[in-house]
């Protein structure tokens, strides 16, 4: 079995985004370089929302990530940077991304709230994402460096 992790983030004003890009663009190459990690993509939406999906060979991979590099220093910081904050975790056969569509659903489903310093309605209401799936885009990957 394989372990899915998908993240749901809403970064609280427009003006913090520069720094969440940032965090994002180094964690993004954290992933692209971990141990265990089969595949990541990440979407963004209108009002600040970024999601993130990964499948892992087993969730001690998931974990290690999480807990290090960029990914820990983003982590520290993303309570004070965003307004919402969810994550969804799984285990499925297969090694493929679920699509952005089951994302959705399991995050709507399964998922659980991560603590935020200045929480939204949608947050404070305890709901882990909204029930209509946004329109969304691809952010550019930024090239692997060896």
Known sequence: MY?????????????LMPLFTYHAMRTSMQVQKAEGVLGADTRFEKNNVVWTKTVWTEESAMKKYRSSGAHQIAMRILSAMCSEASVARWQQEGTDLPTWEEAHRRMLTEGKQSKVKHPSPLQASGKTAPDTMQSGFKMPTPPVTQ
């Open 3 to 15: 372990t899915v992790s998908i993240t749901r983030l809403r970064v609280r004003s427009i003006f």
